[in-house]
């Protein structure tokens, strides 16, 4: 398995609370991605990084910010979290862009 | 919205049969991958095809991709009930160069 880390892997929180979602990895790839699903759904992109410090909006970006201050390190936060950020939370890596992503095992967040 | 927009959305068969599942997408592409997911579990990544190939294997699977009518289909030969799982396509739009789009998935239930 690549070396990719989230953490926490289940986490309950309140209505209004910030919450930070931890993307570790230790494969020194450039590409980092945080990505939500929904039941019966797919993947939907939050955030990407192409380097450190270097972030980018995904199609569902709203209520969500991203920091990435070292290579191995992609942090998700919910500003103020609202009960539509119940999702299952997943990091993916890649080398370039352009070649597989490897998953991490998923957040699972619930908001009440 | 959606770029790849797989189909069906569930499939059921019997081990030992074949299982074709389709993707279909709206934008010009640098490549289409297949993505496997076992329940509760992260992304797997099983293929990737460019856009200037038309066919790609790998052990019992097959993928082909059709540009000019903006599809792609997997293929599983000899299933087995290890198989059971949901697949995923995500495309990667000349546009939107580094950002996967993944469909809403195919559900394949393989039976013993």
């Known amino acids: 398995d690549a070396g990719i880390t989230q953490s926490p892997r289940h986490k309950v929180t309140e209505t209004g609370t910030p919450v930070t979602l931890r993307c570790h990895q230790t494969e020194n790839h450039r590409y980092m991605y945080w990505y939500r699903q929904d039941p019966g759904h797919g993947l939907r992109l939050i955030h990407y990084s192409y380097g450190v410090k270097d972030t980018d909006k995904g199609e569902v970006s709203d209520g969500y910010s991203v920091s990435r201050s070292k290579t191995e390190d992609f942090l998700l936060t919910l500003e103020s979290a609202t009960s539509s950020q119940t999702s299952v939370y997943f990091c993916a890596i890649s080398e370039s862009g352009y070649t597989e992503a490897f998953f991490g095992q998923g957040t699972r967040l619930t908001v009440v | 919205s959606q770029q790849g927009e797989e189909d069906p959305q569930a499939l059921s068969i019997q081990e030992g049969e074949n299982a074709t599942m389709n993707c279909s997408y709206k934008t010009s592409i640098n490549n289409l991958q297949w993505y496997r997911q076992n329940s509760g579990r992260g992304l797997v990544h099983l293929i990737l095809?460019?856009?200037?190939?038309r066919e790609k294997h790998s052990g019992r699977l097959r993928v082909t991709l059709d540009t000019s009518k903006k599809s792609s289909s997997l293929l599983i030969t000899a299933s087995r009930a290890a198989d059971t799982a949901s697949y995923f396509c995500a495309t990667d739009a000349l546009s939107n160069a580094g950002k996967s789009t993944f469909g809403d998935g195919t559900t394949l239930t393989v039976k013993p």
């Open positions: 095809i460019r856009s200037n190939e």
